[in-house]
């Protein structure tokens, strides 16, 4: 069992550029997690799909951050355009339900915007 | 507010001696705290929960309401628990948000 797949694992992009980070969630899980992790900070969580649902996104920027999870499996996050302080690594979680469910964290991926 | 505090950044300790890394949090509901943790070159993962009350690892911890604290103790540390650290709150409203501390670096020292 691979657990949860991100990828790319690292991305450098100039700033006003878009990007796009995908996660592969652990088979049978319908809970599927995206974090954002600021350096020296603990994950803050983006958006909580239950499902192709998203459930919680009222931490999602949506002003230029967007989120798709068709078919209730793979994820993307995407960011338009990009700004600086959009320097962070990004963390996928998946969980066999909500609540006490245990998440299990992708790698994550590092984001460097210039 | 909901909110976890962890108050160190670095807590650095010889090999043998007894650990505790603090959490301390804020939360108006009944709480579900939980320890994560992040070896090197590794992913976060769950440590151990407090619903379950588990010793994982040798780790323990102990939810004491009246000081709103959830801290992570062992008696004696090993290399291998070095680590970085984060304790987090599951709200139980709907939202089903883990909230996480900004973390500790555990350097047990030979």
């Known amino acids: 069992e691979a657990g949860v797949v991100q990828s790319p694992r690292y991305k450098i992009i100039e700033k006003k550029q878009p990007v796009a980070f995908w996660c592969n969630p652990i088979?049978?899980?319908?809970?599927l997690y995206w974090y954002l992790q600021n350096l020296g900070q603990g994950p803050e969580l983006l958006i909580r799909y239950e499902n192709e649902e998203a459930v919680d996104d009222s931490q999602l920027p949506k002003d230029r951050f967007s989120a798709e999870r068709l078919k209730g499996v793979d994820s993307t996050l995407k960011i338009q355009p990009a700004e600086l302080g959009d320097s962070a690594v990004y963390l996928c979680a998946s969980s066999l339900g909500s609540g006490y469910n245990e998440q299990f964290f992708g790698p994550g991926t590092r984001l460097t915007v210039l | 507010a909901q909110r976890v505090t962890q108050p160190e950044k670095l807590l650095s300790v010889f090999k043998g001696a007894p650990v505790e890394l603090k959490c301390n949090y804020s939360y108006s509901g009944s709480p579900e705290l939980f320890w994560y943790v992040q070896y090197s070159r590794q992913r976060l993962q769950l440590l151990l929960r407090?619903?379950s009350r588990e010793s994982i690892k040798g780790f323990t911890a102990d939810l004491n309401k009246g000081e709103t604290s959830f801290h992570l103790k062992k008696p004696f540390a090993q290399e291998e628990d070095s680590a970085m650290y984060y304790c987090?709150?599951?709200?139980?409203?709907?939202?089903?948000?883990?909230?996480f501390g900004s973390g500790t670096r555990l350097l047990v020292r030979p």
């Open positions: 987090a709150l599951l709200t139980m409203d709907s939202s089903y948000k883990l909230i």
């Open positions: 088979s049978g899980h319908n809970t």
């Open positions: 407090h619903i």
